[in-house]
């Protein structure tokens, strides 16, 4: 496990994406894939960021209602389209994310290995059946919390 943790924290060290969106996109997939587990670790890892635990809080309404804007919107729309059908993307998705951010070929890479990285950790986390042991209220944790809806 100790590579691909290195590589996420390279992947989120990473000029094009940084730490903050990398957590937002591992917050959505974690919802998405609806594992509390993971979910709550990287909520925790962001409300470090943000500040707290509300600030984390209104993100995660935000996603679940579709009211996230600008480059997190654009960012996070694609990683869930990537992990829900990695077919539906298209040349226009990626050129969006070419022209109004300057991705490079290098960041795509990030990107897809990112979702495909914390899909693999929840998928584990929900196999192992991994009890919540975060600072993040558990409560809100719960992808039912959220009426997650894409």
Aim: a negative charge.
């Amino acid at each position: 496990m100790m590579p691909v943790y290195d590589a996420r924290v390279a992947i989120a060290r990473h000029r094009e994406i940084g730490p903050e969106l990398f957590t937002k996109i591992a917050i959505a997939v974690s919802m998405a894939n609806e594992c509390r587990y993971c979910t709550g670790a990287y909520a925790s890892l962001l409300s470090g960021r943000l500040g707290d635990d509300e600030a984390v809080r209104e993100f995660q309404t935000s996603l679940a209602r579709g009211d996230l804007s600008g480059r997190e919107a654009d960012f996070v729309d694609f990683a869930l389209t990537l992990l829900e059908d990695p077919h539906e993307l298209t040349d226009e998705d990626f050129a969006s994310l070419r022209d109004a951010y300057g991705l490079t070929d290098r960041g795509f890479v990030g990107l897809f290995y990112a979702v495909n990285i914390v899909s693999g950790y929840n998928r584990i986390t929900i196999g192992f059946d991994l009890e919540y042991d975060h600072s993040y209220p558990k409560r809100w944790a719960d992808p039912d919390a959220h009426e997650w809806q894409r």
